[in-house]
């Protein structure tokens, strides 16, 4: 029964992450400090179409002059604006505002990067468009901002999430889950860890791909669970767990390292950056204990072959993904 009522999560997932893909993948704001006072800027936002974008606009300081006039294209889903600006105090105390941002579901991460290797990172949202330009970044600024990047990576990942919600449908027992969850923490952590500190250095296209397969896997073998034979997953889940999660640590690497560190503070950021992701986690498997419980007296008129919709759902997206990742290789 109670993998029942975990499974009614599935067809709600999938259909949020459907309809508010477009909408919730963040714009990203680099600016490269190159001198005293002058700074490259990136600027991506994301794009609807092949030339469409979303309505935000960067307000720089008005004390901020062009060096070069920017240059734009469409690439990758984004597009991406690139030009240079010179600011008389290194924008040091300058307020910085996204227009449009207050009307959209998105947000858009900024990082500085300043000639000693200090770095200030800030995740702007509709509510709080706009961020002041410090000297440097404080304990307290890097912990909170990378924790809240951790709960939205993870939160915006519906691979993993679906991944998580394998498991559930997989395991049986309450102490099970919490072993099995437990390794799949364990496992990502060390790899998040080794990839970001430079240790391991895997492409990032194979590792999506891989991921997505492990998806399929999970969902095969709870089939096979249904059909009464029960596979390696069933038996020693905390191993598969265990083994997939390096994979997934990959992963939550390669979105880290877009966003990069401060190289002052490289510990700290990742060990909030990782908090954030296993609060997320927990977050979304609190969800599902919820979910079930108010679902309970609905699932109990619900037939049997009920159970074998979500994995089905859930095998054939994850391949889907696996398909459209290696065709991106």
Not at 105 to 122: A, N
Not at 239 to 264: C, M, N, T
Not at 315 to 327: C, D, L, N, T
Request: hydrophobic fraction near 50%.
């Amino acid at each position: 029964m109670m993998r029942l009522l975990v499974a009614l999560v599935v067809s709600s997932l999938i259909i949020a992450s459907e309809a508010g893909a477009h909408e919730v993948r963040p714009g990203y704001l680099e600016l490269k400090q190159t001198s005293s006072d002058t700074f490259d800027v990136g600027w991506k936002v994301p794009a609807r179409g092949e030339n469409q974008r979303f309505g935000l606009y960067l307000r720089l300081p008005q004390e901020c002059e062009n060096i070069t006039e920017p240059r734009g294209m469409f690439t990758g889903g984004a597009y991406i604006e690139r030009w240079s600006i010179r600011h008389p105090d290194a924008l040091v105390g300058s307020t910085i505002h996204i227009d449009g941002l207050r009307t959209t579901l998105t947000d858009v991460i900024v990082r500085i990067e300043r000639l000693d290797g200090t770095m200030q990172v800030e995740r702007l949202t509709p509510s709080n468009p706009s961020f002041v330009v410090e000297a440097s970044a404080s304990f307290g600024q890097v912990a909170g901002t990378y924790l809240a990047l951790g709960v939205e990576h993870i939160l915006g990942g519906i691979d993993h999430l679906l991944f998580v919600l394998a498991l559930l449908l997989l395991v049986k027992g309450w102490k099970r889950v919490v072993g099995t969850i437990t390794a799949f923490t364990v496992a990502h952590s060390i790899t998040l860890a080794g990839a970001t500190l430079g240790l391991v250095h895997v492409p990032g296209p194979p590792v999506e791909a891989i991921i997505a397969l492990s998806i399929v896997f999970v969902a095969t073998e709870i089939i096979r669970g249904k059909q009464g034979r029960e596979g390696m997953s069933a038996k020693w889940p905390w191993i598969v767990a265990f083994i997939f999660g390096l994979l997934h640590g990959l992963g939550f690497a390669g979105a880290l390292s877009e966003i990069g560190l401060p190289q002052q503070a490289i510990p700290l950021s990742l060990f909030f950056f990782n908090i954030g992701v296993e609060f997320g986690q927990l977050l979304f498997i609190g969800a599902v204990a919820v979910f079930v419980t108010a679902a309970r007296p609905i699932c109990i008129h619900l037939p049997r072959r009920v159970e074998l919709v979500p994995p089905y759902v859930i095998g054939s997206m994850a391949m889907f993904w696996v398909i459209q990742r290696v065709a991106g290789f």
